[in-house]
């Protein structure tokens, strides 16, 4: 499962422009560094605009917070990432609570500080690095969603994303008229397509049950 996880964000932030790197290839024989980085990710974009700037513009030009980057990432908030690390959790039967969170230590280990070192020199250059969690899901009910939230911040994440708002993405752009060849998720994603599988969601909005007409 853990390969098809990574393989559906690999998808979604190249299909966002970003350059995606594997941290690792192979299967370390430790399990600390099994959990260290799934992905190193680039906004080229933010890269261009530096690069094509000089200095009196970056001095003038108003730099990103790090508080600015909302904690759950919708796919519109990836433009302000510049640099990131991702870890990616799989667990697609859990809810990350926070009683789930500090039974799960070794979720964390990617934003260790020895981690964030190797990371930040494999990246290299400038630029905030954000540390993103990839999950199932936050709990529903706000008062539990916001204790996850802050148990994440105070271990070092600066962002979640969700599967959901992955695979919603995934879903809305693959178009059923080009063959997917290079890619095995988005071609299945596709075939599926193909044969109605999937519902368009703006529909599913317009569409109310009936009211039954009064009595008498």
């Not at 560094?33 to 605009?49: G, W």
């Not at 706000?142 to 995934?170: C, N, P």
Request: one cysteine or more.
């Amino acid at each position: 499962m853990s390969a098809v996880s990574e393989t559906m964000v690999r998808e979604y932030f190249e299909l966002h422009g970003f350059y995606v790197r594997q941290h690792r290839k192979y299967v370390a024989p430790f399990r600390q560094e099994e959990e260290e980085i799934d992905f190193l990710v680039i906004n080229p974009r933010c890269q261009d605009a530096a690069a094509g700037a000089d200095d009196g513009e970056l001095r003038d030009r108003p730099q990103p917070e790090r508080a600015s980057l909302p904690f759950v990432l919708g796919s519109a908030d990836l433009r302000q990432v510049e640099r990131a690390i991702v870890e990616v959790k799989g667990w697609h039967e859990s809810i990350f609570s926070a009683a789930v969170l500090m039974n799960a230590p070794e979720i964390f280990r990617f934003v260790e500080p020895a981690a964030l070192q190797r990371a930040a020199r494999s990246l290299g250059g400038g630029g905030r690095m954000s540390a993103i969690l990839v999950i199932p899901s936050l709990p529903q009910n706000a008062e539990a969603r916001e204790q996850s939230i802050q148990y994440l911040r105070s271990k070092g994440v600066d962002a979640v994303l969700s599967f959901r708002t992955i695979l919603a993405d995934l879903i809305a752009e693959v178009e059923v008229n080009r063959n997917y060849q290079k890619s095995d998720l988005l071609q299945i994603i596709r075939v599926l397509k193909n044969y109605d599988f999937f519902k368009e969601p703006q529909l599913e909005l317009f569409r109310s049950k009936r009211k039954k007409a009064p009595k008498g």
